[in-house]
């Protein structure tokens, strides 16, 4: 257990309003990622950060916005959400010394945008 | 760029059958590859890795070995059982600490 808490796990919201997605570590971890989730197109990279306030965009970074002010936490915004962003949202954290590519998962965040 | 290509799904098994879930992949430099698996409302656990050619991941029954000249990491059991249903994604990891996916692969396990 990686120690990853994602909140909320799941949230209803309305296209236009802004959202924020919470990641949670309690190891310490330099590295932090926001994927999201959709059928057909396994796991995307939306944003990741490599350290306090040092992040850098994904492959699908449109629309969204991330920000780490505390190691501990990495929070996912959504500027004004639209349905194309009903997802299920994973954050992931890389534990391997020398290796970040080896990345434990929280339990996702289901959003939905009506 | 880099690219993970599993092969499609859903994949239905019985109790005590082969499993083998093709992965081929396309990388710049010397990639490390990894098999995750996704159990039902959770996220992605990893199962396996290797990290350079020739390489034998395994965890759980579940095998699968590097292999450079086929650009391939097939995942493998000798042996499935229910509980392996789950959603199998393929991954490769090159530089930038980020990882490229596979489309993920379902694979159901009949009693």
């Known amino acids: 257990d990686a120690g990853i808490t994602q909140s909320p796990r799941h949230k209803v919201t309305e296209t236009g309003t802004p959202v924020t997605l919470r990641c949670h570590q309690t190891?310490?971890?330099?590295?932090m990622y926001w994927y999201r989730q959709d059928p057909g197109h396994g796991l995307r990279l939306i944003h990741y950060?490599?350290?306090?306030?040092?992040?850098d965009k994904g492959e699908v970074s449109d629309g969204y916005s991330v920000s780490r002010s505390k190691t501990e936490d990495f929070l996912l915004t959504l500027e004004s959400a639209t349905s194309s962003q009903t997802s299920v949202y994973f954050c992931?954290?890389?534990?391997?010394?020398?290796?970040?590519?080896?990345?434990?998962f929280g339990p996702g965040t289901r959003l939905t945008v009506t | 760029g880099n690219s993970v290509t599993q092969m499609e799904g859903p994949v239905t098994l019985s109790e005590e059958a082969f499993l083998t879930i093709n992965c081929t992949y396309t990388?710049?430099?010397?990639?490390?590859l990894f098999w995750y698996v996704q159990y039902p409302g959770e996220g992605l656990q990893l199962l396996l890795k290797?990290?350079?050619?020739?390489d034998k991941g395994s965890n759980k029954g579940f095998e699968a070995t590097y292999r450079k000249e086929t650009t391939s990491f097939h995942l493998e059991k000798g042996s499935v059982q229910v509980s392996d249903s789950a959603v199998y994604f393929c991954?490769?990891?090159?530089?930038?600490?980020?990882?490229?996916f596979g489309e993920g692969t379902q694979l159901t396990v009949n009693p």
């Open positions: 990388a710049t430099g010397y990639p490390s």
């Open positions: 992931a954290i890389s534990v391997g010394t020398g290796s970040p590519y080896e990345q434990y």
């Open positions: 950060s490599y350290g306090v306030k040092d992040t």
């Open positions: 991954a490769l990891g090159t530089s930038g600490s980020r990882l490229t």
């Open positions: 290797a990290t350079k050619a020739d």
């Open positions: 190891e310490n971890h330099r590295y």
